[in-house]
């Protein structure tokens, strides 16, 4: 199982950004996947859920109606929309089936 994130970088605060995570090794179709993220010094947390096959999304408190999760299951991918960007923010992005764990991509919001 392999996952590759994309998509980070630095913006400043009301910025957006498209994060993506390709992935390989298992049955993508049939799995739950999720964003998390990791802040310096801070534990991991949860950003969102989005299931397969009916593609039911949940979203964190913290991001809810700023974030989106979504996938293509023909290209075994999966996203997140991330607008109004805020400091925040700033954090290492993961995208999992709470299994396996890519590198990440780095979000930085800073003006």
């Known amino acids: 199982v392999h996952f590759v994130e994309s998509g980070g970088g630095e913006v400043l605060p009301g910025g957006s950004l498209r994060l993506s995570c390709t992935a390989s090794g298992f049955t993508f179709t049939t799995y739950t996947m999720y964003w998390y993220r990791q802040a310096p010094g801070k534990q991991r947390e949860w950003i969102a859920t989005i299931t397969s096959p009916s593609q039911s999304t949940s979203h964190a408190p913290s991001v809810k109606g700023r974030f989106v999760i979504s996938r293509d299951n023909a290209k075994k991918m999966l996203y997140l929309q991330m607008n109004n960007l805020q400091p925040e923010d700033t954090a290492l992005y993961f995208c999992?089936?709470?299994?396996?764990w890519g590198q990440g991509t780095q979000v930085t919001v800073a003006s």
């Open positions: 999992t089936e709470e299994d396996h």
